[in-house]
């Protein structure tokens, strides 16, 4: 948990400082314009991904499969609309990169490895 709160501390510090020197290199409103469009972008995309990851998961259980790959997606999709909501442009690149769905594929290996290992250290825990 600790190194969360580090990690948040350390991307928002270089985060303001990337914003301020994109200010001081092409300007205050074309650095706005920036962040604005890439928030709209990131809610636009985030909601039409997430709607067809949905039906899709839908779909999957009334067909009585298991929708590993829709969550997966869905996990991407929650954390790289988030990304793109934030402010900055680091943010902004991470989140495009969630979203994108030739590098998608790589971060949700990534999410599953983590899953996997998480439930065979025995943290995982079903209650019923």
Do not use: H
């Not at 969630?98 to 594929?105: G, R």
């Amino acid at each position: 948990m600790r190194y969360i709160f580090i990690l948040i501390i350390i991307v928002s510090v270089v985060e303001i400082g990337v914003l301020v020197l994109s200010g001081n290199i092409i300007g205050f409103w074309p650095t706005m314009g920036i962040i604005l469009f890439t928030g709209f972008l990131g809610a636009y995309l985030a909601k039409k991904q997430g709607l067809e990851t949905i039906r899709r998961a839908q779909a999957q259980l009334r067909s009585g499969q298991m929708p590993g790959e829709a969550i997966l997606d869905g996990i991407c999709i929650l954390i790289g609309g988030i990304m793109l909501l934030i402010p900055g442009f680091i943010t902004d690149v991470i989140g495009l990169l969630l979203l994108a769905p030739p590098t998608k594929v790589y971060f949700k290996k990534i999410i599953l490895k983590r899953f996997r290992k998480w439930i065979n250290n025995n943290s995982f825990t079903i209650i019923r």
